[in-house]
Every structure is written in structure tokens, then in C-alpha cells.
């Protein structure tokens, strides 16, 4: 039989003691340094929209208002000029001619280029009533955007979609259906999702990506979601109910804020369904692989500390 020397057992046990004594202290240190409801803040110049890119300007409505139109499109775009003529016209195109009332709001996130008056040229050719640009005074990050565009909503119902186009728009009336199907008293989350693509995207990933990919599910699994396999698909549709229960609550304004989107409504039982969607790799990302999963790990694992630990609390009670 093996023979462990007793001052291994006494080496093993004093490093789970020390490892315990610091995650202790990491514990204290989050909860004294965590504000428990996140702080939106709102200035002057993200009040209001411009009528047209030469016209005045009007006041946003609010998220806590009654809507107006059947679905609004929340674009947040940072850096977007080039991507996000292809995706509008695509995106425009559809809801024309469908026929139901719409409007998008393009959430300029700080951009140093031309997206805001890319996005004004668009409301000059179908009106402020179908087109808004919602310009941020800096950058927030796509949580952060996605959600001051959320708040400014009027739709019945709350698709955000990425600036790239990755995802055509012929595929929301999936999302619609289904939403229709799993609402319970006015609240439901539908996620698109690629996760049926992942083998054929596995072929053409290097094996680092592949790797990063497998360890933030994993991360996601564990520490916050377990009911959505892909929580990082920028085309998610909402009621206007659980917009407003859901990114009054949100803390996260970057990446990961999506993971805590879906984590706030698992606590808070909101139905939550994935649907298969098309998809397409664009060129032209902003995104900086292993910036991001290093940021990402991080964000959820003190997203499921804070909440272990209520240091973050929620801003609102399912409605």
C-alpha cells in the first residue's frame, strides 16, 4: 500500500485552510465594496432623439410607459459604420413589409466614427416614428447600451439584435412563435441560438478558440445558467414586462451581461426558450478573443459570488 507521510496530510490541510481564509476575505471585500442595485445613469443629451440629421430633437419615452408599437429592435453599435448599412437595410426591408407597426433604436455606444449619422440617415429616409438614435455620452459597453436602449423602448415586444447582421431577420417570426407560446402573464425571454452549429463551427475554429469555448460554457454552466446552451447569441426577443423586470435589475454592462440577463430571470422564473437560428460569421469584429474570456470568467464567477453572497439584490420583483 502507498505510504503518505503525515506532514503531506498536515501541507494539504493548511493550504485548504489558507484557500478557505481567503475566499473569506474576497467575500467581505465584495460586499463592502458592492453596491447592491445597480446605478443607471442617465444624462442630458441621451433624454432626447433627433428628429432627423438636420431636424430638433424629442424626448424618449419610457420603458414604464404602455406601448405604442408592436415590436421595437434595439441595435447597440460601437465603431458600426461599416456594418451597420447592410444590417439595417436587411433589417428595415423585413418589417416594411410585414406590415405591423415598429420602430428601431440605434444605441451609439460612444463610437468614435460615423454609426450616429449612419443611423440618422436612416431616420431621414423612414422618419424618427420607425428610426431613433439613441447617441451615449461615452462608452458603457454592449450591456450597458442594450440596456438604455431597452429603457427608451415603446414595442409590446423587445428584440435586441446585433449590428453585424449575423442573424437575418427572417428569422424572428421563430422567436415571436414561441414567445407566444411559453408567455406566462405577460413575461417570456427567447433566445436564438447557434448551439446547433457548434460541430461545424468546432471544424473551422483553431483549437485555442475551441478550448475558450468549451471552458465558458462550462463557467456558465456552473456558476449562473443552466437552461440556455448559448447565452452569448445577440438575438434575444422579450416582453415589454420582462424587459422592464429584467435591465431595471442588470448589473453587467459588458459582455457578460447577457449570462446575468438570463441568470435574473431563472431566479425570478421567468419562462426562458431557446430556438435554433441561421447564422453567419461577419467580418469586422470589435472583439479581442482572449481580452474577452478573460473578462467574461471573471464577470461570472463575481456574478455568481454576488449573488451567493447578496451583495447584489434585485431592483424589482417579477411583475
Same mark, same amino acid.
Not at 453599435?77 to 447592410?86: F, I, S
Given at each position: 500500500?502507498? *505510504?503518505? $507521510? ?60 404602455? $406601448?405604442? @408599437? ?96 449575423? %442573424? ?21 425571454? @427567447?433566445?436564438?441560438?447557434?448551439? *446547433? ?6 471544424? %473551422? ?11 465558458? *460554457? ?32 442588470? *448589473? ?27 447564422? %453567419? ?7 479581442? $478573443? ?30
Amino acid at each position: 500500500m502507498l *505510504h503518505i $507521510p503525515c506532514c503531506i496530510f498536515d501541507l494539504i490541510q493548511l493550504i485548504l485552510v489558507l484557500a478557505l481564509v481567503l475566499f473569506l476575505i474576497l467575500c467581505a471585500f465584495v460586499k463592502l465594496t458592492t453596491e447592491p442595485l445597480p446605478k443607471i445613469l442617465t444624462f442630458d443629451q441621451e433624454k432626447s432623439f433627433r428628429v432627423g440629421s438636420e431636424g430638433g430633437e424629442k424626448e424618449f419615452p419610457s420603458l414604464e410607459e404602455s $406601448p405604442s @408599437v408592436e415590436l421595437t429592435v434595439v441595435v447597440p453599435a460601437y465603431n458600426e459604420e461599416e456594418r451597420l448599412p447592410k444590417m439595417l437595410d436587411e433589417c428595415l426591408d423585413f418589417l416594411q413589409n410585414r406590415g405591423t407597426s415598429y420602430e428601431v433604436i440605434i444605441v451609439d455606444d460612444g463610437s468614435k466614427d460615423n454609426t450616429s449619422k449612419i443611423g440618422l440617415s436612416y431616420t431621414d429616409k423612414f422618419t424618427c416614428d420607425k428610426v431613433r438614435v439613441l447617441t451615449l455620452s461615452k462608452n458603457r459597453g454592449k450591456g450597458g447600451a442594450v440596456r438604455m436602449g431597452m429603457l427608451r423602448a415603446r414595442g409590446k415586444s423587445i428584440l435586441f439584435a446585433d449590428a453585424d447582421g449575423a %442573424t437575418t431577420f427572417e428569422e424572428l417570426t421563430k422567436l415571436e412563435e414561441d414567445l407566444a407560446k411559453i408567455s406566462v402573464d405577460g413575461q417570456g425571454i @427567447v433566445c436564438g441560438s447557434r448551439a *446547433h452549429l457548434q460541430d461545424e463551427s468546432i471544424v %473551422t475554429r483553431t483549437v485555442f478558440r475551441t478550448i475558450l469555448m468549451y471552458g465558458f *460554457h462550462m463557467c456558465v454552466w456552473i456558476f449562473a445558467v443552466k437552461n440556455v446552451r448559448d447565452t452569448q447569441c445577440g438575438f434575444k426577443l422579450l416582453t415589454r414586462q420582462s424587459a422592464r423586470t429584467v435591465f431595471n435589475s442588470l *448589473h453587467i454592462e459588458r459582455w457578460a451581461f447577457d449570462v446575468e440577463m438570463l441568470k435574473i430571470a431563472e431566479m425570478l422564473k421567468i419562462p426562458v426558450s431557446e430556438v435554433p437560428v441561421r447564422w %453567419t460569421e461577419i467580418d469586422g469584429s470589435k472583439l479581442n $478573443p482572449v481580452f474577452a474570456a478573460i473578462q467574461m470568467f471573471r464577470d461570472i464567477f463575481l456574478l455568481w459570488l454576488r449573488y451567493a453572497i447578496g451583495a447584489w439584490t434585485l431592483a424589482a420583483k417579477r411583475d
